[in-house]
Each structure stands twice: as structure tokens, then as C-alpha cells.
């Protein structure tokens, strides 16, 4: 649909309600969904494979990282961020769902646990989309149950560890050593989940919050691997 339709389709005028900014924004990723997403993916769709050629093409909208403030992150506003949400998500939900992903639960995650050092390391990078980040929910007796989750995050010593185990798929079809993990786990015993850390690649915890005794996380192979025991 051109831009005309779609302002046809404005019926409670939501676009005069929005900044000069954001509606640079939403129409810079709904050219991009246009022109790059729209003519390619339903090919993947078939294939069951994901458009990977396009990431770089995604990093260059400059707007990975959403509302975070510095770091190479562009700072939108809440407005702006629901709006690249929308319209990646009228070019193909995976897409959507791969950015927001690593945008929003990832990335978000460094910015509000890691600590100045872990954000400089992490941030620029990934807002680059030079890093990918994924997320670890799902696990094998549960599914992406958040409620029942196995996996548990214990102290030791001035560390936490890592104990239980994930299958990933949400945010990556493949990993590079490096990209970062955010797995979702539980401090408490019985069914109440919290968030747990932030894993590397390489089992490290680049927002330290958390460290794996597992074998090394870029072992992993997606869909649906089991990352840690």
C-alpha cells in the first residue's frame, strides 16, 4: 500500500498527533519494509529460512536501541520505537520480531543492568547491529512458559550461576561467537519468574549479572538447540 493509502487508512488522524521526527522515523522504516522486506520474504517465508542480507540494511535505519540514550543509540522516543515496531511488523513479523529482540530485550537489558564499562563494550556495537543479540525463554519441559521456568540463578561467592536448561529460537536462526544472550530464569524457588543475566557467547556475562557453568554458549545451533545443562 503507497503512503496515500495508507493515509486513507488514518481514520482518527493519528498522524497529526505525531512529531516531525517520529514521522521521519516511521517513514524511513516503511520505506525500507517497501523496498527491501516486502519483495524478498515471502520466499523465506516458504524456506523456512531467514533474510540475513537484510541486517545490514536494518543497521543502517540508525535505529537500533530504540529510546536508550548515548552509546551510539538513537534516542527515539517511546512514540518512535511503537512505530518502527509497526511498520517492520507490517513488512513480516520474523523481521519485527528479530529487531525487537535484539533492540529492545537485549540491548535494553545492558543498558538498565550492565555497568558503564559492559555499555560501552556492548552498546555501540550492537547498535551497529555489528552484535546480535538473541533471547533465552524457552526451555525443554516448558516451552516459553515464564511462569514455570526451570533454569535457576544462584549466588556463589560474588558471583550468580547458571543452572537448568534452554532451548533458543527467539531472536536467531544462527550465532556468531561474540553476539550476546539474554537468558530469562528464576532466583526463587517455585514458579516465579525474574529476569537473570545477560550470557555471551563465549559463556561470559557481558552485563554482569550472571555467569554459566555451561559449555561455551556459541557451541549452540539454532532452531531449537539446548544451550546449558
Partial sequence: MDADGLAATDFYRMDDLLTDAEREVRDRVRTFCDKEVTPIINDYWERAD???????????????????????????????????????????????????????????????????EQKRRWLPAMARMEKIGAFGLTEPRHGSDAVALETRARRDGDENVLDGAKRLHQGL????????????VSRRPGPRACWGGCCSGTGRCPAGRTRGRTRPLGRCSFPRSGCWR
Fill in 50 to 116: 531467514f533474510p540475513f542480507e537484510l541486517v545490514p540494511k536494518l543497521a543502517s535505519l540508525g535505529i537500533a536501541g530504540g529510546s536508550i540514550q548515548g552509546y551510539g543509540c538513537p534516542g527515539l522516543s517511546p512514540v518512535a520505537v511503537g512505530l518502527v515496531g509497526a511498520e517492520l511488523a507490517r513488512g513480516d513479523g520474523s523481521v519485527c520480531t528479530f529487531f525487537g529482540v535484539h533492540s529492545g530485550l537485549a540491548m535494553s537489558s545492558v543498558a538498565m543492568l550492565g555497568s558503564e
Fill in 173 to 184: 536462526t544462527r550465532r556468531r561467537p561474540g553476539d550476546q544472550l539474554v537468558p530469562q
